[in-house]
């Protein structure tokens, strides 16, 4: 791990939702630094609103096609790292959860997650229940839409968690509307069944 994320001084969710960009971040790319001018180590944080300027470096380093996949992979790394700092706060780690069946844990475990991001990015976020999947759906309160990666940071965060809760299963994610293509919001299709 990079000695300078070690033990961050965590002051309220935008400081925490920057660490654990910044440590999904370092683990995707090693050490590469991404906008050194955000470096903890020199006292400087990144409020969650300004998350998809890191996003967009990406882009600007990687092209398009690059950067969809790294923003993919460091979501998926970012949950890692929030239930690290989150976890146990939130009750993912206690045994009446790990003991819920897998249906009752992957939808409460959704919930959770759901309250966690809406909290830290100051977005809401919903979850409801349509039978053979869920939809998970991100409004947004910021004027101009945000990048596309933001929604590939967003997709490997929730593959990660359904993967995490389920056992180990894969569970198929699939955005069916984008706010940075002029919907109204952001909305993920989560099919309850794994794919394998």
């Known amino acids: ?9 965590m002051q309220g969710d935008s400081n925490i939702a920057v660490h654990i960009l910044l440590e999904s971040a370092h683990e995707i790319l090693g050490e590469r630094k991404l906008l050194p001018s ?3 180590e020199n006292g400087n944080n990144i409020g969650s609103s300004n998350v998809e300027m890191v996003l967009q ?6 092209g398009v096609l690059g950067s969809r996949g790294l923003a993919l992979r460091m979501g998926r790394a970012a949950f890692k790292y929030g239930l690290k ?7 993912f ?39 053979s ?18 929604c590939y940071w967003m997709t490997g965060l929730l593959q990660a968690f359904l993967t995490w809760a389920g056992g180990g299963r894969f569970f198929q994610v ?12 952001c909305v993920f299709k989560i099919e309850k069944r794994p794919l394998d």
């Open 93 to 131: 780690r206690t045994t009446e959860f790990r003991l819920l069946p897998a249906p009752r844990r992957l939808e409460t475990g959704l919930h959770t997650l759901a309250h966690i991001v809406s909290e830290m990015f100051h977005q809401p976020v919903t979850v409801a229940d349509e039978h």
């Open 57 to 62: 470096a990406l882009q600007d380093d990687f």
């Open 133 to 150: 999947f869920w939809i998970w759906r991100v409004e947004h309160t910021r004027g101009n839409p945000q990048s596309e990666l933001n």
């Open 38 to 40: 955000f470096d903890p």
């Open 85 to 91: 700092y989150l976890g146990d706060q939130n009750g």
């Open 174 to 185: 699939v955005e069916t509307e984008c706010w940075s293509s002029g919907g109204p919001a």
């Open 1 to 9: 791990m990079n000695p300078t994320m070690a033990n961050p001084t």
